[in-house]
């Protein structure tokens, strides 16, 4: 079960938590954030308590700040905040902005504090001319690969272009599981995020174009992932795998040898795989394949409501505060593979989540990304994973 974090802080500042509901929920983010909380709560020094309550979608995370049930208790924090959202998010009044507490010379953040923090992923949360959220972790849109059921196809080698990609797809949809199962090819639910990430994979242009306010499929890029889908479909190497997140949890069981998934989405696939007893052990994933390959990032954050008194939400702050440092950061990192935005968090990082020597720059630049994506990669297939040259 997809399950994001709503957070709901219970005291005021200088005052001893009073009762409040918590929800118990499954899934891999319970337990990082569940530490995270549990250390915030025991090392503060206001007596601030932090509960947990989950959504099983960030949909419905969001929905219930802009349709509450009477029943429920509104957080004062919210998860489930991107970029995208930041600003409507402010606009319909459903967050509050941060500018007060980041300038507060008290509860700010203190700039020696404020340099370890990607500065990139701050400013993405800018909206409405003050910041709307802040930044809790990167995600990279990868493509994940079963290696296994593509040798047993006769696909040895890694698929860089969008004719290899067809042809191994096309070459696993021919086979059948150990259980006699058919493969189903490559699935064809493609959010637009994925769509985009294969049209920059081959140099084409950015679907939606910031001047007119319009998306445009014109450019080349977009019209040979249009044409290779369209061949997929015709030969019969494609399929529709229903709704949101139903091809990851495909590939975990071991039907399908592609799917599109996210840095921060491992978990749930190694929970799946788990689930489903499928014994999938030799899979990886790799950038969009293309003349440019490409992994999209992804910024997500946590926001501020107006619920609650003034001192809650300040408390409300001091949390979302302690989220960037370093020790969250590496909780939340090594629990789901999210990058950290504090590069001081990469030297708390348990010394198995990676196989290279992390970067030195807070910056999320491309070639920063792509370390990330391919530790995260090697983490999971230790020396079996494919790597270019």
């Known amino acids: 079960m997809r399950v994001l974090v709503l957070l709901m802080l219970c005291v005021g500042l200088a005052a001893r938590p009073t ?7 499954d899934g891999p983010q319970l337990d990082a954030m569940r530490e995270v909380v549990r250390a915030f709560n025991q090392t503060n020094p206001h007596a601030i308590t932090v509960q947990l309550v989950g959504k099983s979608s960030s949909g419905r995370l969001l929905g219930a700040l802009a349709d509450p049930d009477p029943a429920d208790a509104l957080p004062n924090v919210v998860g489930g905040v991107f970029p995208s959202n930041a600003d409507n998010l402010l606009r319909d009044g459903l967050t509050l902005g941060l500018d007060p507490y980041l300038a507060h010379p008290q509860w700010g953040i203190a700039p020696a504090d404020r340099a370890a923090i ?41 698929p860089d272009t969008l004719e290899a990609l067809v042809q191994a797809a096309c070459a696993a949809a021919s086979q059948t599981t150990p259980r006699g199962q058919a493969i189903r090819g490559f699935p064809l639910t493609l959010t637009l995020g994925d769509f985009e990430t294969l049209v920059a994979a081959q140099q084409g242009a950015p679907l939606y174009d ?74 990886t994933f790799m950038p969009a ?101």
Request: charged residues 15%; glycine residues 8%.
């Open 19 to 25: 009762h409040a509901q918590s929800l118990e929920w």
């Open 118 to 158: 990607d500065e990139g992923t701050v400013s993405a949360f800018r909206a409405l001319g003050q910041q709307g959220a802040w930044p809790l972790g990167l995600s990279l849109n990868v493509l994940a690969v079963n290696r296994a059921l593509l040798a047993q196809a006769g696909v040895t080698a890694q």
């Open 210 to 283: 910031v001047a007119s306010g319009q998306f445009g499929f014109a450019s080349e890029g977009s019209k040979q992932v249009l044409r290779a889908l369209a061949e997929l479909t015709a030969r019969d190497c494609a399929y529709d795998a229903g709704g949101q997140y139903d091809d990851s949890r495909d590939f975990a069981y071991g039907l399908t040898p592609f799917a599109f998934t996210s840095t921060a989405g491992l978990p749930f696939i190694e929970d799946d795989i788990l689930d489903s007893a499928s014994g999938l052990t030799d899979w």
């Open 289 to 389: 394949p293309g003349a440019l390959p490409t992994v999209t990032v992804y910024v997500r954050g946590v926001a501020l409501t107006p619920h609650g008194t003034p001192a809650q939400q300040l408390a409300a702050w001091l949390f979302i505060r302690h989220l960037t440092t370093p020790e969250a950061q590496a909780t939340w990192a090594a629990g789901l593979s999210y990058q950290p935005v504090n590069a001081q968090a990469y030297a708390l990082l348990p010394p198995d989540l990676l196989t290279a020597n992390p970067p030195t720059m807070p910056s999320p630049s491309c070639w920063r990304a792509m370390w990330w994506a391919m530790a995260m990669s090697n983490r999971r297939c230790s020396s079996r994973c494919w790597s270019r040259p």
